[in-house]
Nanobody, 121 residues
Framework: QVQLVESGGGLAQAGGSLRLSCAAS????????MGWFRQAPGKQRELVAA???????DYADSVKGRFTISEDNAKNIVYLQMNSLKPEDTADYYC???????????????WGQGTLVTVSL
């Protein structure tokens, strides 16, 4: 199985910065993609940023130029550096991982427990 442990988040002022971290632990699966999604009250969960095992990245248009996703492959940790935060970035942020079994045929999609990011004016 794959387990995700998130850290970071909290309260920031508009224009400020926060960093989220997500550590994946697994012994029988290989991580294909890790990313961050967010869900604001009354809205659908949306992709914020994702990074694949080959290093390619994908960002929501609303965060391009402000957020950066990176990873420590050796430790299976993904980071989301959030700069120039806006009140509309306020949401629960969820880490996501997609993985395949290294000696098998199973695929998994796993979610973290979520961490709240609140941006005030």
């Amino acid at each position: 199985q794959v387990q995700l442990v998130e850290s970071g988040g909290g309260l920031a002022q508009a224009g400020g910065s926060l960093r989220l971290s997500c550590a994946a632990s697994t012994s029988t699966f290989s991580i294909d993609t890790m990313g961050w999604f967010r869900q604001a009250p009354g809205k659908q969960r949306e992709l914020v940023a994702a990074i694949s095992s080959d290093g390619s990245t994908d960002y929501a248009d609303s965060v391009k130029g402000r957020f950066t996703i990176s990873e420590d492959n050796a430790k299976n940790i993904v980071y989301l550096q959030m700069n120039s935060l806006k009140p509309e970035d306020t949401a629960d942020y969820y880490c996501n991982a997609r993985a395949h079994e290294t000696q098998g045929y199973r695929y998994l999609e796993v979610w973290g427990q979520g961490t709240l990011v609140t941006v005030s004016l």
